[in-house]
């Protein structure tokens, strides 16, 4: 089996694109929780990478489809203001935009673990919106139950048995 863990960047300066003082404490309190991991992919935005470091780690790879929404979907999703994990799924279950594009996410997403040993732990380090219409595309079920959408460095920690996602959680972390 392996494990697909992509969470939200740490909390951002309001003022600039760089970590708050309490985005860094965060995540440093956050880094023990993760265990061994095999691998780190990020978002090529700064706040994604200053979180990986703030994690004690070092990104393997930037990839762009972790950084943002295409402008259309990005559209849509701020047109429909979801506001639950529940809300992501509707919109890519019936969406002629949005289910296509989180559909491929999700494949990108276990074409991530290919580049890792069975078993093995991926990390992976994005942003709102994506994760949940990932999430919503991979598992179904997960989205369904998911409650509200994500917070700073919460997450998601999908497990694969080599041909599909076979069961996933939603990391939240108790303030």
Not at 54 to 68: H, K, M, N, V, W
Not at 157 to 173: A, F, M, N, Q, T
Request: hydrophobic content about 40%; aromatic content about 4%.
């Amino acid at each position: 089996m392996r494990i697909f863990e992509v969470r939200r960047h740490s909390h951002r300066d309001p003022l600039s694109e760089h970590l708050s003082e309490e985005g860094v404490a965060l995540a440093r309190r956050v880094a023990p929780a993760l265990g061994p991991i095999d691998r780190v992919v990020s978002s090529r935005k700064v706040r994604a990478i200053e979180t990986v470091e703030a994690l004690g780690l070092s990104p393997d790879a930037i990839r762009e489809a972790l950084t943002r929404l295409p402008d259309e979907v990005e559209a849509r999703v701020d047109e429909a203001a979801p506001r639950s994990f529940p809300d992501y799924l509707r919109m890519v279950e019936s969406s002629d935009l949005v289910g296509p594009y989180a559909q491929r996410l999700a494949t990108q997403w276990r074409e991530e673990l290919d580049a890792l040993p069975d078993p093995g732990h991926l990390l992976a380090v994005s942003h709102g919106h994506l994760i949940e219409l990932g999430v919503a595309a991979a598992l179904p079920a997960v989205a369904r139950s998911g409650g509200r959408p994500l917070a700073p460095l919460e997450g998601v920690r999908l497990v694969d048995d080599g041909e599909r996602w076979v069961r996933g959680e939603i990391l939240r972390i108790v303030r």
